[in-house]
């Protein structure tokens, strides 16, 4: 008969919780050392940053990917609202990454004056960004027989959903905010299977057509009226390195895709290369190498050496 006053027998679950919760603590402890991190949430939040893209989408295409019973009356004023508060989660978050960067750099925090400008400058290309945006969904519309309306493009295309974040994203990278607009890059390749790196720059009227499995890279240049489709990658041919073994950031080596240029689905062009003006890039093509202006280029040629 057990005993009613003796304790009762050790929690076996309890303990061993207890025992990965110390572990993790001590596993933490010694990263934050290691790389100067300190114990607080100093990092940009993927939540609230997801939240101003999606106000910054409605501000940029209010009847269309803003809330469904806005009416026209009310879109100045939603518009002007829905900025604001984008506007204050950016100033935020900005001063959370300039604060992370300092520390890591072992320098002064700086001041919010900082962030403050920052956002307001990226408030200001807003306009020109919009006008960007209209031209791709216009190159979409045109590119796609299936499309019935440019509406349809916009609201449906995962191709025109990825270059609306990118377009935010490469605007933020430009301002000094790397580590938002990355996260802003990555959101978007969650929800749409396009990987643009927020460092890419690319011209007007470019349509990514079914998209699924696009990768741009970080210094990747395309020009104007570029297609592409899905599967294509435009990387790097190696990564360069110092004495230490590191890769070397942010030296040239994506490609540079001119104006007019079509990529058919599953091409890979890797390395510093040139796509000349006009030319088209055939379906799994393997290419290392520069394509004159108004080339066709295909399997059969990159297999015979002939691009």
């Known amino acids: 008969m057990t005993d009613p006053a ?42 609230l940053l997801a939240e101003m893209v999606q106000g910054l989408s409605g501000a940029l295409f209010p009847m269309r990917l803003g809330p469904p019973t806005l009416q026209a009356d009310s879109e100045d004023y939603y518009v ?70 440019v509406d349809e493009v916009l609201i449906c295309y995962p191709g025109v959903r990825a270059l609306i974040s990118h377009r935010i994203a490469h605007e933020l990278y430009r301002l000094g905010l ?27 009227g470019c349509f990514i057509d079914h998209g699924t499995g696009v990768v741009i890279g970080e210094t990747a240049v395309l020009g104007r009226g570029v297609r592409i489709y899905q599967n294509v990658t435009l990387g790097a041919k190696s990564i360069p390195t110092d004495g230490e073994g590191q890769a070397v950031k942010g030296e040239p080596r994506h490609p540079i895709v001119e104006d007019e240029v079509v990529i058919y689905a ?27 202006p108004g080339s066709v280029v295909t399997q059969a040629d990159t297999q015979s050496g002939a691009a």
């Open 178 to 204: 790397p580590l938002i607009a990355r996260v802003v890059a990555e959101l978007a390749h969650a929800e749409t299977g396009i990987d643009i790196h927020p460092g890419a720059t690319i011209g007007p």
């Open 6 to 47: 003796a304790p009762p027998p050790p929690n076996d679950t309890a303990t061993e919780l207890q025992r990965v919760v110390d572990a993790l603590r001590g596993a933490r402890q010694r990263w934050r050392d290691a790389h100067r991190r300190g114990d607080g949430r100093d990092l940009p939040s993927r939540e």
């Open 80 to 149: 002007g609202h829905t900025l604001g508060a984008a506007l204050a989660t950016l100033r935020e978050q900005a001063a959370m990454e300039l604060r992370h960067d300092a520390r890591q750099r072992g320098e002064a925090p700086p001041p919010t004056a900082d962030a403050d400008a920052l956002a307001r400058r990226f408030l200001a290309t807003l306009p020109s960004l919009r006008e960007l945006l209209d031209r791709d969904v216009l190159a979409a519309y045109r590119g796609d027989p299936a499309a019935r309306s």
């Open 266 to 292: 599953g091409a890979t062009v890797l390395g510093r290369v040139t796509i000349g003006r006009g030319a088209v890039i055939g379906g799994n093509v393997w290419l290392t190498r520069s394509v004159p």
